[in-house]
């Protein structure tokens, strides 16, 4: 999806927005800008064009110049990296278990039946209430 220039220069961008920090590994290291934001893509086309112009506009810029310029100048371009980057750091298992994630389980649905019978219970207790209606 990348060409090589525009995946370098989201390499610098992705690791000046998640970098090496508290144990957890930056973007490059988790492999987001070689593997993982190729799936984010996948799972987010609409963000594809905000994407491409922020690494665009990161051509010409530190990446922290680029990043800052961004977020004043162009808030659909930055918020497209953010979320693609941020959402592609979180797809790696490793990052997933350092925080401690299993992903989604399956959970069983609440019988909650009781509560809603009682509930019900008192409505019948009380019996009709209605305003009527003004002719």
């Not at 610098?12 to 987001?32: C, H, T």
């Not at 977020?71 to 350092?98: I, M, R």
Request: hydrophobic share 35%; proline share 8%.
């Amino acid at each position: 999806m990348l060409s090589t220039e525009l995946r370098e220069i989201y390499t610098k961008m992705a690791d000046e927005l998640i970098p090496n920090a508290e144990g957890m590994p930056s973007a490059s290291e988790a492999k987001v800008p070689t593997e993982w934001i190729d799936r984010a893509l996948e799972y987010r086309p609409d963000l594809q064009a905000g994407f491409i112009r922020a690494l665009e506009f990161g051509k010409s810029k530190s990446p922290r110049d680029a990043i800052q310029s961004l977020n004043a100048d162009d808030s659909e371009a930055f918020d497209c990296l953010g979320v693609l980057t941020s959402g592609a750091y979180f797809l790696n298992p490793e990052v997933k278990k350092l925080i401690g994630y299993p992903g989604q389980v399956p959970s069983p649905a609440n019988d909650d039946i009781d509560s809603y019978s009682e509930m019900l219970a008192q409505v019948v207790e009380r019996g009709p209430v209605f305003r009527p209606t003004v002719k």
